[in-house]
């Protein structure tokens, strides 16, 4: 088929989900995929909460998946020529194959927003999903560290500088945010360690952060 969507084992697409998605990138062409607000329910299939999922323009949404995976995967749709452009999904990464998938999605498209709930995500004590948390967060510093560097993301911090010396600068402003950003989690140390070393040896400065 011409999408690719996928739905987790104990959550449920609304009817018109599908339909829905892929009028919205029919009729704005320049989109590859998107995404939706969506509800939670229970063990039981009542509706406890409904999510409102904020939009980033695309610079400030990459900026927000390091840390933040905002965007519930059962809510996106992709068109195929997507993939062509920024590959497949990873399989070496367990947990977070999806937001790694979305970061390289928006190095090259914005990833809009459908302002409906199209999907019901179910949350109980026992569900996976929540008891896998210590090996996700080791997963997901792995994994930015992996995905800043491959993807080139320093050019989020090098907007219009082209010489080598503001070059070297925005890479070391680079490795400085995604260091705080792992610190923040209270994890990872010598994984932000070794990323601030990075960034002097990018910009051995004393206005280096």
Known sequence: GEYFSWLSHDDKYLPEKI???IEYLSSNQEFQSCYSDYMVINDKNLIINHVNVPYYPRTEAIKTLFGCGYINGCTMLIHKDCFEHVGMFNPDLLYTQDIEMWIRILSKYHIPKVKQY??????HENQYSITRNKALNEE???MYVNVFESLGLFTLFNSKKTDE????RAQAYGYVWLGDKIVYSRQGYSIANNLYKNSLNHW???QNP
Do not use: C, D, F, Y
């Not at 199209?118 to 949350?123: A, G, I, K, S, T």
């Open 118 to 123: 199209l999907v019901q995500e179910r949350h």
């Open 165 to 168: 010396h503001k070059k070297g």
């Open 204 to 206: 051995n400065s004393i």
């Open 19 to 21: 339909k829905t998605q």
């Open 140 to 142: 997901a510093m792995r």
